[in-house]
């Protein structure tokens, strides 16, 4: 056995660079890691700030970031709750005209969240029912229009530090998408909040898959076969597949799995048989979620 003090456990080893910035003799070990079954569907951890955008095109959105603002750290993968960190955007050099601000860019999946929301008004006002004591509420989750598209509102404070949010939700394919703004100059936020107009969306029928909570766990799926683990796990492993016109999965994205349960769900998701799924009379593709192992989540179907 390795004594403990000369362990390095490295969890998020996913990415083979990490090794390059370990100390001699460190251990590297495989965690559970976000991937996918392709490099070419989007994804909505691979948004990225280019020039003076910050665009995802799983989301299909493009927002303008304040001139100066840069991403200043990358966030973590996906929770196993189905919880983003997309973007974290703060001015490169800081000013007394800037005090504290920050923009955190974020999604919570509605198929794996650990509340029962459905959408962008019920997981803020959970929010607001949930802060603790030492947080003021300044406006209540309302809907409001933003660039042309429906938004919900959410701002409260924090007396003894001085700062404020602003938090500014979304609908998207069956994601809450939030951009939450952190500061202590009002003047800078209301200036930071006026400029999401300028947020180009690609919105519309047939611009991505239709959305369907528990579509696996419907008469849709005909044929299901349950993947074989090699060894023992007891996490959760959420799942969002994209079922073709055809009534196979065409696309499958772990949010947080190890290597070999990847493999195994996806040879038996390779397997599974859904009835196409109609449009309007036309054979669509749908985009739902499944969980497998352990279940942390209140909503989502489990398969073991």
């Known amino acids: 056995m390795i004594p403990a003090a000369a362990l390095i456990v490295a969890l998020l080893a996913q990415d083979e660079s990490v090794g390059d910035n370990l100390a001699a003799g460190a251990i590297l070990v495989k965690g559970a890691w976000a991937s996918a079954s ?3 569907t989007p994804l909505p951890e691979r948004g990225r700030q280019k020039g003076s955008d910050y665009s995802n095109d799983y989301f299909g959105f493009s927002y303008g970031v304040a001139r100066g603002w840069i991403e200043r750290f990358e966030g973590p993968p996906p929770s196993d709750g189905g919880y983003y960190v997309l973007a974290q955007l703060a001015p490169a050099s800081p000013s007394r005209s800037a005090p504290g601000a920050h923009l955190l860019i974020a999604a919570q999946d ?3 969240s650990l509340s029962d929301a459905n959408n962008a008004l019920e997981l803020l006002n959970n929010v607001k029912d949930h802060l603790d004591d030492g947080y003021q509420v300044e406006r209540a989750p309302k809907a409001v229009r933003i660039a042309n598209h429906a938004f919900v509102r959410f701002d409260y404070a924090s ?3 001085g700062l ?3 938090v500014l939700a979304m609908d998207i394919r069956c994601h809450v998408v939030q951009f939450v703004f952190t500061g202590r100059s009002e003047p800078l936020m209301a200036h930071l909040i006026h400029d999401m107009n300028g947020m180009r969306l690609l919105t519309g029928e047939g611009t991505s898959p239709v959305c369907i909570k528990d579509y696996a766990a419907s008469e849709y799926l ?3 076969e349950e993947p074989i683990y090699r060894e023992p796990r007891f996490n959760s492993v959420p799942v969002r597949v994209i079922v073709d016109t055809q009534g196979r999965i065409r ?3 772990f949010l947080n799995a190890y290597p070999d349960q990847a493999k195994s769900i996806a040879d038996a998701l390779g397997r599974w048989r859904f009835k196409p799924y109609l449009l309007n009379g036309q054979p669509t593709e749908v985009e739902t979620g499944i969980l497998f192992g352990r279940s942390t989540a209140r909503t989502a179907q489990v398969f073991r």
Request: charged share 20%; glycine share 0%.
């Open 251 to 253: 696309h499958m994205h």
């Open 222 to 224: 005909i044929e299901r």
């Open 164 to 166: 404020h949010w602003h």
């Open 159 to 161: 007396p003894e530090s």
């Open 38 to 40: 392709d490099s070419v």
């Open 110 to 112: 509605l198929f794996f």
